[in-house]
């Protein structure tokens, strides 16, 4: 084999080269093992390989595996790029699971990869201690896979924590953002990308948005941290397009030879879900919003602001309507229902934007045009409308102890919302806090709304700070959410790359 070819096989192990299949004599997992959606029973199980094979699982309660139990899955092939996906029960409440994956080939009976281990622990039923990471926003704005500065380094930081659960608030690939070999540093220094061929252009076939998740999956410290714990995912913008929504006019983004917006995000859409261990809706299976108990003490609710909303716009309307929505009315109405039903004492809310930072979209027709719920200003208007009615519902549900985590805005912050403070009243007062970039550009601060109030109460980067600055700075940043069962306390603490805590706070539980 020529040293072309080789290098060329080692740098797309999820594509399936021909090559690769011809002269190994077994299958191979280069993307590792994902666990996701776990529940006290259940959990999804991912990973693919290089050809058509079936995935296998054991599973034991002890690292030694002294009892196992198999579980043959299913077969992997072609039309699912290799990837395959298990849906396993029979688990014990919050209990260890223990599991090895591997793959064996359909053509050639015996023929097994090496296997792939791992352990996490089920959700529980009872009250016990809980941690929970979240970050977002991986491989953006040109910064890739940078070997010489030790990958994706911050999936490394959050793994020391041992959290129970990990959740990404979106931006899990940059389908927009291509990648160059090398980058120069202000300082004169070079960034050096690994770059394979499906993160050369932007990406508008289903086998592009696959290679851009098989691409983050070339990183040692994601596919360790992956094996151990236990994922949720929600998407934002990037998975698709910069601030796409389902009628977005590409007619003046060069970069797309394909034009059709919505044909683009069924692309994208499919391709997360075969590259991600989310557990299918029963009456929507590319559903993505969806909520997961935590047993007595918290509940994850996750939501989908990309799929049903409409349009960026000047986001002034005084009356609601389908322009000022972001949740749509069937989410917003399963969403209300959810958090009146539910009975966990803490009620975390994962979104993929801040509720009240101003996210502008560029001007049309010079009038300013907004990405988020806020407007500046004024209000609530637009976008504003359809999260006052909810802020609303929830102050009059008197459902307490709810806070809200996202990333997006590419630092770590604190936010506070007050009505005592804010143009529009009738709600009770929350945090929200943001983490995040995961490996990406640091950018901020951005410019807080008065409408429903928000104090940015800590932020991680100064006022003035050069912008799209490089993850070689430190700068990446995560959240832990930690909850004690004896006296409900949820302790929230910002992270750096560095593991160094930049800020926390302790808020104790109102009666439910």
Known sequence: MRRRDFLHLTTTPLLLPTRVFQESRLPTMPGGVQIGDVTPTRAMFWSATDRPARMVIELARDERFRTVRRIEGPVALEDSNFTAKLDVGGLTPGEPVFYRVWFEDLGWPGRRSEPVEGRFRAAPDRPRPLTICWSGDVCGQGWGINPAFGGLRLYETMRRHAPDLFIHSGDQI????????????????????????????????????????????????????????????????????????????????????????????ARARRAMFEYLPIRPTPDEPERVYRAYALGPLAEVIVLDQRSYRGPNSGNRQSEPGPETRVFGPEQIAWFKERLRSSRAVWKIIASSMPLGLVIGDGQRDGVPQYEGWANGPGGPLGRELELADLLAFIRRERIRNVVWITADVHYAAAHRYDPSVAVFKDFDPFWEFVAGPLNAGTFGPGTADPTFGCTQVFNSVPPGMPQNRPPSDGLQFFGTLGIDPATRRLTVALWNLANERLWSIDLDADPV
Do not use: C, S
Not at 185 to 198: A, F
Not at 236 to 264: C, F, Q, S
């Open 174 to 265: 940059y389908a927009d953002n291509p990648l160059q070999e090398e980058v120069t540093l202000p300082d004169g220094t070079i960034w050096r990308n690994i770059v394979t061929p499906g993160k050369r252009k932007v990406a508008e076939t289903l086998d592009e948005f696959r290679a851009n998740y098989a691409y983050n999956l070339l990183d040692a410290n994601a596919r360790r941290f992956n094996a151990e714990v236990p994922m949720i995912v929600q998407w934002d913008d990037h998975e698709v397009l910069n601030n796409w929504y389902p009628d977005r006019d590409l007619g003046e983004h060069a970069r797309y030879t394909d034009k059709r917006m919505r044909l683009i995000a």
